[in-house]
């Protein structure tokens, strides 16, 4: 089990930039898998990024380039660099962990608000 807290949304301009940070209760070296997943209004949680123990990582096809999934064993946080940001990712975006690595035991944040808005 792992509680998870995330930090660092707000409002920002097209093209802006924002970094957040999902900070866990406990050593996320032994999660098999952390990413991060957003939801709009009316829509379906999807992921947006997810990096691995080993350091692997993936990204959904509408944030490559733009966004960038890093973690820090040490302070047992992940962060997700947001570059050149768009409108449409508007969303709520939450912190999660997979234990396994399966897409199947997950546990999640509070989610943080992230606007992207002229």
């Known amino acids: 089990q792992v509680q998870l807290v995330e930090s660092g949304g707000g409002l920002v301009q097209p093209g802006g930039s924002l970094r957040l940070s999902c900070a866990a209760s406990?050593?996320?070296?032994?999660?098999?898998?952390m990413g991060w997943y957003r939801q709009a209004p009316g829509k379906q949680r999807e992921l947006v990024a997810r990096v691995t123990s080993g350091g692997g990582t993936n990204y959904a096809d509408f944030v490559k380039g733009r966004f960038t999934i890093s973690r820090d064993n040490a302070k047992n946080t992940v962060y997700l660099q947001m570059n050149s940001l768009k409108p449409e990712d508007t969303a709520v975006y939450y912190c999660?962990?997979?234990?396994?690595?399966?897409?199947?035991?997950?546990?999640w944040g509070q989610g943080t608000q992230v606007t992207v808005s002229s």
């Open positions: 999660n962990a997979d234990l396994l690595g399966l897409y199947k035991r997950f546990y």
């Open positions: 406990r050593s996320i070296a032994s999660i098999n898998a």
